[in-house]
């Protein structure tokens, strides 16, 4: 919940920055409406998104000190950017700060998944990770309907100001926070180097080349699909702010329906079938989202976010299976970094796409349609159901190289 009010306040109130950093008139282009064009609001998102690649050393550390340190130093010190952000003098400003905050929040988001995932069994794996999906969508949700609410009061100043609140709480959630047995256990292998930059074997890289593929191009349709879409709607088509709020309340609503579905197929269906038909679900609402009316805004994202919430819990849950404890936090890493190019290549195209004319729904379609034909890659992966991720990847014991892993379960 921390870390989803700090880490989306940029994009709930990114029109009211465009607003304050530019000037808004009564014309016809995206610079017009909103106060930076879109290419500006495209180059700062992407900064913004680029800056989370610094979170892949940071969650590598994590496999050498363990998940609990890093988790909550993380977040502190990404909300207290956040809080600084509040001051910025000018646009650039903001984007310099709020990117000095992101790949802390990054790193606590990743570590939050990888914690929730060796914290439990396969039974309530999926479940679990739906859990911490659904406590970042609650942080981020308060944000927007704060933001939509009380923009006119707060300002973007106020809202990230606020980011103080999850931050003076954050020490009455470490203290229920103990560090999972599962890496307590990996710590004791004899041999255990330092992670570079999430360095991984040779036997690990081509599962994490497809989860990467994968991360990289959910990314290249969030990245823009949840960017520009509070822009979208209160500069462009100019949506109440009441409205606004009013949608995404229902979107919690539908989130959380999503989040039940989600871990409920990935337990039965399995890991696989569920993310491929929920990323082809969340390519065709984002589209639908931005293809130009109010009903299709409201209806494209309040299913869109039922669509992304029920992709989470079975995406999340094949990841965490696929690897063993000791690389495991660097392979979170990675998946960020992955989603962090992904979500710059889409926040540029879709940008200089919708510049063109102010054509969001062009944009939305060329960008968002690579994710379809890209759900085949999860028939690249091994199904994970039912399976422990020390089945497929035994752990050395205390006493034992590190390097003496080896995949028990090939496929399945």
Not at 2 to 16: P, Y
Not at 159 to 182: G, H, K, Y
Not at 202 to 214: D, K
Not at 344 to 351: E, T, Y
């Given at each position: 919940?921390?870390?989803?009010?700090?880490?989306?306040?940029?994009?709930?109130?990114?029109?009211?920055?465009?607003?304050?950093?530019?000037r808004?008139?009564?014309?016809?282009?995206i610079?017009?409406q909103?106060?930076?064009?879109?290419?500006?609001?495209?180059?700062?998102?992407?900064?913004?998104r680029l800056?989370?690649?610094?979170?892949?050393?940071?969650?590598?550390?994590?496999?050498?000190f363990?998940?609990?340190?890093?988790?909550?130093?993380?977040?502190?010190l990404?909300?207290?950017l956040?809080?600084?952000?509040?001051?910025?003098?000018?646009?650039?400003?903001?984007?310099?700060?709020?990117?000095?905050?992101?790949?802390?929040?990054?790193?606590?988001?990743?570590?939050?998944?990888?914690?929730?995932?060796?914290?439990?069994?396969?039974?309530?794996?999926?479940r679990?990770?739906?859990?911490?999906?659904?406590?970042?969508?609650?942080?981020?949700?308060?944000?927007?309907?704060?933001?939509?609410?009380?923009?006119s009061?707060?300002?973007?100043?106020g809202?990230?100001?606020?980011?103080?609140?999850?931050?003076?709480?954050?020490?009455?959630?470490?203290?229920?926070?103990?560090?999972?047995?599962?890496f307590?256990?990996?710590?004791?292998?004899?041999e255990?180097?330092?992670?570079?930059?999430?360095?991984?074997g040779?036997?690990?890289?081509?599962?994490?080349?497809?989860?990467?593929?994968?991360s990289?191009?959910?990314?290249?349709?969030?990245?823009?699909?949840?960017?520009?879409?509070?822009?979208?709607?209160?500069?462009?088509?100019?949506?109440?702010?009441?409205?606004?709020?009013?949608?995404?309340?229902?979107?919690?609503?539908?989130?959380?329906?999503?989040?039940v579905?989600?871990?409920w197929?990935?337990?039965?269906?399995?890991?696989?079938?569920?993310?491929?038909?929920?990323?082809?679900?969340?390519?065709?609402?984002?589209?639908?989202?931005?293809?130009?009316?109010?009903?299709?805004?409201?209806?494209?994202?309040?299913l869109?976010?039922m669509?992304?919430?029920?992709?989470?819990?079975?995406?999340?849950?094949?990841?965490?299976?696929?690897?063993?404890?000791?690389?495991?936090?660097?392979?979170?890493?990675?998946?960020?970094v992955?989603?962090?190019?992904?979500?710059?290549?889409?926040?540029?195209?879709?940008?200089a796409?919708?510049?063109?004319?102010?054509?969001?729904?062009?944009?939305?379609?060329?960008?968002?349609?690579?994710?379809?034909?890209?759900?085949?890659l999860?028939?690249?992966?091994?199904?994970?159901?039912?399976?422990e991720p020390?089945?497929?990847?035994?752990?050395?014991?205390?006493?034992?190289?590190?390097?003496?892993e080896?995949?028990?379960?090939?496929?399945?």
């Open positions: 919940m921390a870390v989803g009010f700090g880490q989306f306040g940029a994009v709930a109130a990114l029109g009211d920055v465009a607003r304050s950093f530019g808004v008139t009564h014309g016809a282009t610079a017009e909103a106060g930076l064009s879109g290419t500006e609001l495209g180059i700062g998102l992407a900064i913004l800056a989370s690649v610094a979170s892949l050393p940071l969650t590598g550390i994590a496999d050498r363990g998940r609990r340190r890093m988790l909550f130093a993380s977040c502190a990404g909300l207290c956040t809080v600084a952000a509040a001051a910025s003098p000018g646009y650039w400003w903001f984007v310099a700060i709020f990117a000095l905050g992101r790949p802390l929040l990054s790193t606590a988001s990743a570590l939050a998944q990888v914690t929730a995932a060796e914290q439990t069994d396969t039974r309530n794996r999926a679990a990770i739906a859990l911490i999906a659904a406590g970042y969508g609650v942080g981020s949700g308060l944000t927007a309907v704060i933001n939509s609410l009380a923009s009061s707060l300002g973007f100043r809202l990230f100001a606020l980011a103080a609140v999850p931050l003076v709480l954050l020490p009455l959630a470490a203290r229920q926070v103990s560090e999972p047995d599962r307590v256990v990996a710590a004791t292998a004899a255990r180097p330092m992670p570079v930059i999430g360095a991984l040779p036997e690990f890289r081509r599962r994490l080349v497809v989860v990467a593929a994968i990289f191009t959910i990314a290249v349709m969030t990245g823009p699909a949840n960017s520009f879409v509070y822009l979208y709607s209160e500069n462009v088509l100019r949506v109440p702010g009441l409205v606004v709020a009013l949608m995404v309340v229902a979107a919690g609503v539908t989130g959380f329906g999503g989040l579905l989600g871990q197929l990935a337990d039965r269906a399995g890991r696989r079938p569920t993310g491929a038909l929920t990323m082809i679900a969340m390519a065709l609402l984002a589209m639908l989202t931005y293809s130009g009316s109010r009903p299709a805004l409201v209806v494209g994202y309040v869109g976010v669509a992304a919430s029920a992709f989470a819990p079975a995406a999340g849950a094949l990841a965490n299976e696929l690897f063993p404890t000791s690389v495991r936090a660097s392979v979170a890493g990675w998946e960020v992955a989603s962090v190019l992904g979500a710059v290549v889409g926040l540029l195209a879709f940008g796409i919708a510049d063109v004319g102010n054509r969001f729904s062009i944009a939305a379609v060329v960008v968002f349609a690579v994710a379809i034909p890209a759900a085949a999860f028939w690249f992966l091994p199904e994970t159901r039912g399976l020390e089945e497929l990847w035994p752990e050395p014991g205390p006493g034992a190289p590190a390097g003496d080896s995949p028990k379960v090939a496929s399945s």
